[in-house]
């Protein structure tokens, strides 16, 4: 039987295999019926199709996709929907919100060879990436997606922007799902999610693949380990007793925005302390700069070092090789013997951090992904292991604390209102908490018993939220946005009504 990252996006001609029964169904079938009547206003038509992708939560294992290491998240129920309609003879790309104060009417040229204007963010360029991708994709497959034609969009996602939850690939993969299902094709999961992984790097952000892997191929019931290179899915059963909170701290995160100081700086520290990695362990400088791109390529030389100290921990290596005081660039180019330009001349959103960076501080980021890494693993392990749920939940938890550590301390990607809403957490009960997503705002998932769920997010809607709404950042009607527990939700579908 095929794996199922190996199938296609499943095609349903109702809304029920994708949000189940009940009151979720109920919104959901309100959202596609508000959908269908804002496309009919701004078009005068009803769209052939829709897609769906949803957001997610990373349970453990952040910031290390892009380092080529597997990470362990689960798609949440917040999705977004793009309603989309080929317009033949037409060269316009339209494309529209159901949020039409917050999110005006972009036009694009209906031209896959088009340059997203990076210094102009606007919101429709996310779909612009989804097109320009899916385009991509076909040339390399040899398939003739014949003449330009216009497309007719419209726009609904309700995984809150800035939180961490993965809106910008939710939106991403829909957009291009949407485009294959117009086009009347359909690829196998895993292609897709290495396609929109690439797709969202033509907005500036180096994205190492995971948000784009859980979305598209996410299971209802099941958490995933995502292995890259080649990526796949392993489903997860996660103990029952325990249910994940999410809870925004309502510090937006705008990773395209800020990127060059945060994002994509941390993926040039660590590709500069993989190099310097590789030379102080044996390799010429020039087959360095050239060959090793991400830590999981010096961890074998490190894990050999190691071994002569008697351990299999590529952290020992770490700490010998890498000061941990911060490098200058002029400190890292004498152990290079080039110019970190010259390095990273083929990428203009690395050129932009080297402007941006003062320092580098490649000892902290090393040891950060060399040890999360190993948690996401010793994580997998524990939920598969014969311990009892109380014990497993426990070492769950204490996982995830880890993790936090590390993120705050090593990595540096918190922020204060994410520290303050972690420790609320943790003194509310949580067995374990951390911030997920890039940091630097966004959200935290907690792991709390089932039977305290109602009782915890009353307690976090008293001693976080509540001085914030009489503060005016939230309106006490959204509440439900911004703290709420979710089981592992389903992946992308396309929908024909």
Known sequence: MARHDDLPVPIFKSLEPVYGSGSQLEEAELRFSKLKSKFVEIFGHSPDIY???????????????????????????????????????EKVLKIANVNSEKYTLCTYPADPDQEIDLKNHRWGHYFICGYKGYYEYAKSKGIDVGK?????????????????????????????????????????????????????????????????????????????LIDFNPIRATELQLPAGGTFVIAHSLAESLKAVTSATNYNNRVVECRLASIVLGIKLGMKAEEAITKVKTLSDVEGL????????????????????????????????????????????????????????????????????????????????????????????????????????????????SCPELEELVKVCRDNGALGARLTGAGWGGCAVALVKENIV???????????????????VIKKADLGLYVFASKPSSGAAIIEL
């Open 51 to 89: 897609a769906r992708s949803p957001g997610r939560v990373n349970l453990i294992g952040e910031h290390i996709d892009y380092e080529g290491y597997s990470v362990l998240p689960m798609a949440i129920r917040q999705d977004t929907i793009v309603a989309i309609r080929k317009v033949e003879g």
């Open 454 to 472: 109602p009782q915890f997010i009353l307690n976090l809607k008293e001693q976080y939220f509540q001085a914030r709404i009489e503060k005016g």
């Open 148 to 224: 330009a034609f216009g497309l007719e969009v419209v726009v609904d996602g309700v995984v809150p922007t800035g939180s961490g939850l993965s809106s910008s690939a939710a939106f991403v993969c829909s957009s291009t799902i949407a485009i294959m299902a117009v086009l009347g094709a359909n690829f196998p999961k895993k292609e897709l999610a290495q396609l929109t992984c690439e797709c969202e790097r033509h907005i500036g952000t180096q994205s190492g693949g995971m948000d784009q892997a859980i979305s598209v191929m996410a299971q209802s019931g099941f958490a995933a």
């Open 302 to 413: 490190c894990v050999s070092f190691a071994g002569t100290r008697s351990s299999s921990d590529p952290v020992l290596a770490v700490k010998e090789f890498l000061k941990e005081e911060p490098y200058s660039a002029e400190d890292i180019e004498a152990i290079l013997n080039e110019k970190l330009e010259t390095i990273f001349i083929s990428s203009p959103s690395s050129l932009d951090v080297l402007k941006a960076a003062k320092h580098f501080k490649l000892h902290q980021r090393a040891t950060h992904v060399y040890s999360e890494a190993k948690r996401v693993f010793a994580f997998k392990d524990t939920v598969s292991s014969k311990l009892s749920e109380e014990e497993m939940l426990k070492k769950l938890g204490d996982l995830m604390n880890d993790s936090h550590y590390s993120c705050s301390v090593l990595y540096e990607c």
